[in-house]
């Protein structure tokens, strides 16, 4: 089967085939075959007594082979086929595809095409927003009393983006934050300000770089689970399955995760300032001899509270975002494995953006208020 | 039929979780015959299969087929066992982001055949599972299930296998599409003179297709033989499936 030999021989009106006639010597077949020529005949016996094994693939051959030489004005019969052989022939014949498969070749209308993004793109908006409105009034029918909390999810998705997400993040910020001092010691050295870095890295850290990174973080990590999730739920069909038995996924599903994240992730911006000025400080210790009291002494003074606060505001607005756009990803999934793994992507992509975006509006809106 | 044993399994052992799943277990499968593994839920009857393909190591004893130890086997000899055989899985596995003539085209990738040849073919295949052309450009997202397992047949059969296994084809079939899916397998199986090794709950669709039945139960084979036989059989478990008592 491996080193099938296969060949086909023309002499006095007689195709004689020998060998293995199937799917490994396929090319080798067609080829022989292209290349003979018939002379002075009009009439073809297709000889198969010397064929060894014959599949599907080398009857669909044999049949193709005739139809094209009948087309050519050949007389043709069969001899010698053994009846096995003969009864694949049958039953190849009986199948042999006539229609063409249309695959359309043609470029889409480039107009046609923008047309279609931009009614999706709107499509998508608006589902977006219905998808936020159902949220928010299955939050007030929870608010009101008439749908059951469901404490025990709330709580395991608490745990989950929360509390296993702590070691991750407290590294993350402290090298973030050994790195900020690193590069701002080095500028700070040079005009001998070493004690102005508790005020620099401080301010840095609470206000913007402990907000931004966490929610990148927990946008990567915990908004890509949500689609995943869901995602699979939906194509397992546990979705329709709450349905059915009366359960809507926004309270057993959405709603435990987006409120839990709202819970988890300002403390999780609080974890990672900590860390971050924690990293800052032995970076300063150890780059610039700024003692520990030295460090907490001016932090304590020259930081305002305000920074940390603002800070900390930011924060269930990322996670509204971050689970939202996860959720709503997630139960966008159909059917397919291509389409779960598009909207993972999708979902870490757009709440990254909408972070940034978020951040620069707050910026903007907080130098408003001269904050 | 000639009785020639192309898979021969011999005192199997399976343990999974702390439990055995298949302690001694010994069956054979014959040259052309269709082998219907029967059971209750548990016993074990996707799990020899898996073991069967290669997906799945068994934890002690031997399977042989078509002259390969599978517990002794090169990486080679492994790939060219695979191309000798055609698997229909239970929730049939095809590839969601090609459409059905991709899907069927794909075990042929390593043939560097012509486009043509290759559509050609495929619609022949398609045609012998009992779908037409028009399907061939959908994807399987589109397709009702009963033309879903008629797809995934006509991918399994493409290489023209010595063996197919067919993992409960006609689950969450209606009965009359049971009935023209058992035909089918007739057919082919007369057409091309395969060997099929099918796992299935459905009583009917043994009695019609199965020459014969191994019924697996505590771990082993408790009876193998032709369905009237099987079916007469004195084990309480073997009772209780086929007669409900």
Known sequence: ?371 | MTQTAVIEIAQLGTRIGGRWIHRDLNLRVMRGEILVLAGGSGTGKTVLLREMILLRRPTCGEINMLGFSLTKISRSQQQHLRHQWGVLFQQNALFSSLTILQNVIFPLRRFSLDKTICHDLALLKLKLAGLGADVAARYPAALSGGMQKRAALARALMLDPTIVFLDEPTAGLDPGRVAAFDQLILDLRAALGLTIVMVTHDVDSMRRTADRIAFLGEGKVLCVDTPEKVSQHAHPLVQQFFHNV
Request: net charge positive; glycine share 8%.
């Open chain 1, 1 to 371: 089967m491996l080193d099938a030999k296969a060949t086909i021989d023309f002499n006095a009106g007689r195709l004689i085939c020998s060998g293995d006639w199937c799917l490994p010597t396929l090319s080798i077949l067609m080829a022989k075959l292209e290349a003979l020529t018939f002379a002075d005949t009009t009439t073809l016996v297709w000889d198969g007594t010397a064929i060894g094994q014959l599949d599907s693939a080398g009857a669909w051959l044999i049949l193709h082979w005739q139809r094209r030489l009948r087309v050519r004005g050949y007389q043709i019969s069969h001899q010698h086929f053994s009846d096995t052989h003969q009864k694949i022939l049958d039953l190849v014949s009986a199948a042999y595809p006539t229609e063409k498969i249309k695959i359309s070749t043609a470029l889409p209308n480039l107009l046609a095409q923008v047309g279609r993004v931009a009614v999706g793109l709107s499509m998508g908006l608006l589902r977006y927003l219905y998808f936020v409105g159902q949220l928010t009034v299955s939050l007030v029918r929870h608010v009101k009393g008439s749908a059951r909390w469901q404490p025990a999810a709330l709580a395991t998705q608490i745990l989950r983006t929360g509390l296993q997400a702590l070691p991750i993040i407290g590294l993350l910020s402290c090298l973030v934050g050994v790195v900020l001092a690193y590069q701002l010691g080095v500028q700070l050295q040079s005009y001998g300000a070493n004690i102005f870095i508790p005020d620099l890295l401080g301010l840095s850290v609470l206000r913007e770089f402990g907000p931004l990174l966490t929610a990148i973080m927990v946008a990567g990590r915990t908004g890509s689970a949500f689609t995943a999730e869901l995602g699979m739920m939906k194509i397992n069909q546990e979705i329709d399955a709450l349905r059915t038995m009366g359960y809507l996924p926004d309270t057993l599903l959405i709603l435990p995760r987006v409120l839990g994240l709202v819970i988890t992730l300002p403390l999780l911006v609080l974890w990672a300032d900590i860390f971050g000025v924690l990293g800052g400080m032995v970076m300063s210790h150890a780059m610039l001899d700024l003692s520990w009291h030295a460090f907490l002494d001016r932090l304590q003074h020259q930081v305002p509270l305000r920074a940390l606060v603002i800070g900390l505001c930011k924060a269930p607005v990322f996670a509204l975002l971050i689970a939202g756009v996860g959720c709503f990803q997630g139960m966008a999934v159909t059917g397919t494995a291509e389409s779960l793994g598009k909207n993972t992507t999708r979902s870490v992509v757009l709440a990254i953006f909408f972070i940034i975006l978020a951040d620069a509006a707050f910026s903007i809106v907080f130098s408003w208020w001269g904050l």
